[in-house]
């Protein structure tokens, strides 16, 4: 993945892994559902090794509040979030749970 600069114009690509009691909790549905209040394409998904996987798309101030939201939803069950941006991909039109 090629890093993107702060600040950049146009949308971005963001993978955030989120650790902690993340699964069997509701998380992906809740996501979904605040993803919907959000200029935001991409999914969420559990990990086989107990994390949750989001990648989504967006302008990046867009992407922070989406991410913001997520983790003031859920904060009790997140222990860790670790982010990276890259350049869009543009293969999304919506934002759904991947299986």
């Known amino acids: 993945m090629e890093p993107v600069s702060q600040n950049s114009p146009g949308p971005i690509r963001r993978r955030v892994h989120f650790s902690g009691r993340v ?3 509701g998380f992906r549905f809740t996501t979904e ?3 919907s209040r959000f200029q935001v394409t991409g999914f969420v998904r559990n990990l086989r090794d107990g994390r949750v996987e ?3 798309e967006g302008i ?3 992407l922070d509040r989406f991410q913001d939201a997520i983790q003031d ?3 009790g069950y997140i222990t860790e979030a670790n982010a ?3 350049s869009a991909v543009g293969e999304f039109t919506s934002f759904r ?3």
Do not use: N, P
């Open 97 to 99: 749970i991947a299986f």
């Open 33 to 35: 559902d605040i993803a």
């Open 84 to 86: 990276s941006d890259s």
């Open 23 to 25: 699964q069997g909790v």
């Open 60 to 62: 990046e101030a867009e």
């Open 54 to 56: 989001l990648v989504a």
């Open 73 to 75: 939803a859920l904060r």
